[in-house]
C-alpha cells in the first residue's frame, strides 16, 4: 500500500520545489532554461506533477514519451545525471517522510538509468 502522505498534493511541491533549484543550478539550469522558454514553465511543471502522478500513484495522467527529448539534449552524460539525482534527493529529503521520499529516489534512479543506457545505445557506445 502507497503511504498517505503520498497525494498529488505532495508530488506538486516536488516538483515545484525540484524545478526551482534546477533552474538556478550552474551545471543544469542553462540546459532547462536553454530547452524550456519562460512562459512555458507551467506547462513544464503541470506535466511533470502528471509525469510522477502516473508513476507513482499510478493514475495514468501522464501520456507522453519522457525519453525523445533527452535524446534530443546534445552531449548529456554521466555528471548531469548525478547532479540530477543528487537535487532530486536533496529536494525528497527535506519534503517528504522517509518512505515517500524512498518511492521518489527508487523510481528516478531507475528512469535516469534506464535514460542513460538509452543515450549511451543511441550514440552507439
Ligand atoms: C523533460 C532535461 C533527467 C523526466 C525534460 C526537458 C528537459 C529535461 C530540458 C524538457 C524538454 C522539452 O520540453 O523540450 C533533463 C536533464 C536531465 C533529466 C538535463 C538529467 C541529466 C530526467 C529524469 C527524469 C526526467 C531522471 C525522470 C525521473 C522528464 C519528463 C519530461 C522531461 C517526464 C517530459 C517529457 C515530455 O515532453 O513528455 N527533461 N532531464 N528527466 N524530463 Fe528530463
Redesign the pocket.
Known sequence: PLPEALDEAMIAAVVHGFYDE?RKDDL?GP??N???APQ?WPH?LG??CA??SA?LLRTGR?E???????L??PG??EE??????TL?RATVHALCPPEVAALFMD??????HS?RLAIAFNRGE
Open positions: 534546477i543544469l540546459i532547462f536553454g530547452a524550456i512555458d513544464h506535466k511533470m509525469f510522477w508513476t501522464y507522453g514519451r519522457p525519453l525523445p527529448p533527452h534530443a539534449l548529456l552524460g548531469h545525471f548525478r547532479r540530477w539525482l532530486f523510481r528516478a534512479m531507475r528512469v535516469a535514460f
